[in-house]
């Protein structure tokens, strides 16, 4: 079952802050977050792989709520090189020790000088 | 980090015909996974490619629609069959470092349109 996003869309002016949102009606395990600029391949920010859990890249950091099914990840004093479609990803085992991700929908955040 | 080669990186296809995506892993890994991503859409798994095995395929999609190869740890085909201008997107191949719940590495995808 896909992710729900939140917001769809997001503009910022340089050094704003931002809360992208992200949330399951199934059983969370692990979150994952992509960043991908247009024309290019996603990349990986972090992986959350337990409840309450926080963790940081850049100025960028996230949480984890297990109890809630959901994630939020911040985006603190936003730069240019932050714009992008930011995808949570939540990952369920697929047999074995192997998982597979399901996406969101995506937030395009765009951040203007 | 996991470096992947895919190519071609676009092309323009007639309907009605096929078209082979390749991608290329720098270090062995287990399991290779081809998404698909229409433009400002959110990435859709296809299927997974373990090798050795048949791959596994997600609701929606058929192997006569996308047969899958995988021949060895480091490499892996998608063909896009038959195709229709429904079929006009992005397609990525995507690994995860190491086994088990870990970041997915992408190649730098596909960009097919069907005319």
């Known amino acids: 079952q896909q992710p729900v996003q939140s917001p769809q869309a997001v503009i910022l002016r340089e050094g704003e802050d931002a809360v992208i949102n992200c949330s399951s009606s199934k059983a969370l395990y692990s979150v994952h977050w992509y960043r991908q600029k247009h024309g290019e391949a996603p990349v990986f920010l972090m992986i959350l792989l337990k409840g309450g859990e926080q963790k940081g890249h850049e100025k960028i950091s996230a949480s984890f709520n297990e109890k809630k099914q959901q994630s939020s990840l911040y985006l603190t004093a936003s730069q240019l090189s932050y714009s992008g479609t930011y995808f949570c990803?939540?990952?369920?085992?697929?047999?074995?020790?192997?998982?597979?991700?399901?996406f969101g929908k995506g937030t395009l955040l765009t951040v203007n000088p | 980090s996991a470096v992947i080669s895919q190519k071609p990186s676009r092309d323009i296809c007639q309907r009605g015909t096929s078209l082979t995506i390749q991608c290329q892993v720098d270090s062995q890994v287990t399991m290779m996974f081809w998404y698909r991503q229409q433009p400002g859409q959110s990435l859709t798994l296809i299927a997974t490619?373990?090798?050795?095995?048949?791959?596994?395929?997600e609701s929606g999609f058929v192997i006569d629609k996308f047969p899958i190869s995988r021949p060895n740890l480091t490499f892996s085909t998608l063909t896009v069959s038959n195709m229709s201008p429904e079929d006009s997107s992005i397609y990525l191949c995507?690994?995860?470092?190491?086994?088990?719940?870990?970041?997915?590495?992408f190649g730098q995808g596909t960009r097919l349109t069907v005319v």
């Open positions: 995507s690994v995860h470092r190491g086994v088990g719940n870990t970041e997915a590495f």
């Open positions: 990803g939540t990952g369920e085992q697929s047999g074995g020790s192997n998982y597979k991700l399901t």
């Open positions: 490619a373990n090798q050795g095995s048949e791959a596994t395929y």
